[in-house]
């Protein structure tokens, strides 16, 4: 993970936003800073804080006034069958119905402000991308030890999405603000 932040840290720097950009290594839950921010931004990471309802509750501690909150999360485009649960190591009620996940959010004090689901090419496309990289990673670092590892896991996250869950697990990011209270 040092190389990855690395890598950001660099990146930043060529951008100009080197002197504003600050990485931390922790346990997200247990993140604390010391002035609200305008945005919050939990995108497929709802799993860090237990949920959608805990990622929303842990987001809103942190919001400026005024601010919003960018999150993205899974849910059911069609019943989960069973090829789909046991490749997400999933229950069918992890995740709810598009409609049924933002009543939900609705109902715990936010608005949505805009949303955008992911289109079936959309969500290809990332996952070729996120199988296709860590694939090619692996090819080209042969001598690396977990090389041969980081090639199967690749592997089986591509036959698990082609088989499994592609066009059942849907995902929608949505931009919320507090509801008047």
Do not use: K
């Amino acid at each position: 993970m040092d190389a990855g932040f690395a890598r950001a840290r660099e990146a930043a720097a060529r951008m100009g936003a080197g002197d504003r950009l600050v990485l931390h290594r922790q346990d997200a839950s247990a993140y604390t800073a010391s002035a609200p921010f305008d945005v919050v931004l939990s995108v497929g990471a709802t799993h860090a804080f237990g949920g959608l309802l805990p990622t929303l509750a842990a987001a809103r501690a942190h919001l400026a006034p005024g601010g919003c909150v960018i999150v993205g999360e899974g849910f059911w485009e069609r019943p989960p069958g069973t090829a789909t649960l046991d490749v997400l190591e999933a229950a069918p009620d992890d995740y709810d119905d598009l409609a049924t996940t933002v009543d939900r959010v609705v109902a715990d004090g936010w608005v949505p402000v805009h949303g955008h689901v992911s289109t079936p090419e959309e969500w290809n496309d990332f996952e070729w991308a996120w199988s296709g990289a860590t694939a090619q990673w692996a090819l080209d670092h042969p001598e690396d030890p977990v090389s041969a590892d980081v090639l199967e896991a690749a592997a089986e996250h591509r036959t698990g999405w082609l088989n499994g869950y592609r066009g059942t697990l849907g995902f929608v990011t949505l931009v919320l603000r507090p509801a008047p209270r």
